[in-house]
């Protein structure tokens, strides 16, 4: 079954402990990406990859670190969280067509408490 | 940089009515792609639609229909005879170039518009 995945669902945390949140896509998509949603604020990109070793900031991107060593994964690290960063998290993935991404894949998000 | 904006933040309609969600956008580009997206109460993102910005044709799936229009930078969604299962939060999105680096590309979304469906 074509998913992205993403773990953990759930997680609360305290401030400076770090973190990494795993996402996972097994269709074989270049562009990867993580959003996090805010009440009355929508979904804000967070970082993205076109494809290995090539990511790029996106709207929000302090205070969190990406890397794509394999096309299939893309881990969100919180070196240093915050309580600001408390926030309902989702990975997603999409083909590349045209030399755009086309419709995102997503994972099925994490929320995250950082106290 | 690349925007949506969705004006409406909530919607409530009777069950049967038909709803329009609203959705602008703005981007320097020519070539970009435009979104529709359904998160219901469970939270998980559902795609509905994408449209190419050189295909104006508007699009019909069973209660769903989608009006694009160039012209004043639309891209409205439109449910015909609304149910109970159709209330949700609605996202547009502008997938385009981004201009933090060439050959980058990013997905922008609107803030939602939460749509109630009363039976």
């Known amino acids: 079954e074509a998913q992205v995945t993403q773990n953990p669902r759930y997680l609360i945390t305290v401030t400076g402990k770090k973190l990494t949140v795993t996402c996972s896509q097994n269709?074989?998509?270049?562009?990867m990406s993580w959003y996090r949603q805010d009440p009355g604020l929508g979904l804000r990109q967070i970082y993205y990859s076109m494809n290995v070793e090539v990511t790029d900031k996106g709207d929000v991107p302090e205070g969190y670190k990406v890397s794509r060593k394999e096309k299939r994964n893309f881990p969100l690290i919180l070196e240093s969280p915050s309580p600001n960063q408390t926030s309902l998290y989702f990975c997603?993935?999409?083909?590349?067509?045209?030399?755009?991404?086309?419709?995102?894949?997503f994972g099925q998000g994490t929320r995250l408490t950082v106290v | 940089a690349q925007k949506v904006t969705q004006a409406q933040t909530e919607i409530s309609v009777v069950e049967k009515e038909d709803v329009t969600l609203d959705c602008v956008y703005e981007t320097r580009d020519t070539t970009y792609y435009l979104f529709w997206y359904k998160q219901p109460p469970s939270g998980e993102l559902v795609f509905l639609i994408r449209?190419?910005?050189?295909?104006?044709q508007n699009e019909i799936s069973g209660r769903y229909s989608w009006n694009f229009q160039k012209s004043t930078s639309s891209f409205n969604f439109t449910i015909t005879a609304s149910q109970v299962v159709d209330s949700a939060v609605y996202f547009c999105?502008?997938?385009?170039?981004?201009?933090?680096?060439?050959?980058?590309?990013?997905?922008?979304f609107g803030k939602g518009t939460k749509l109630s469906v009363i039976p």
């Open positions: 269709m074989n998509h270049e562009y």
């Open positions: 449209r190419n910005s050189f295909d104006e």
């Open positions: 999105a502008l997938g385009g170039p981004s201009y933090s680096g060439a050959g980058s590309y990013q997905l922008t």
């Open positions: 997603a993935s999409s083909l590349m067509a045209d030399g755009m991404n086309t419709e995102a894949f």
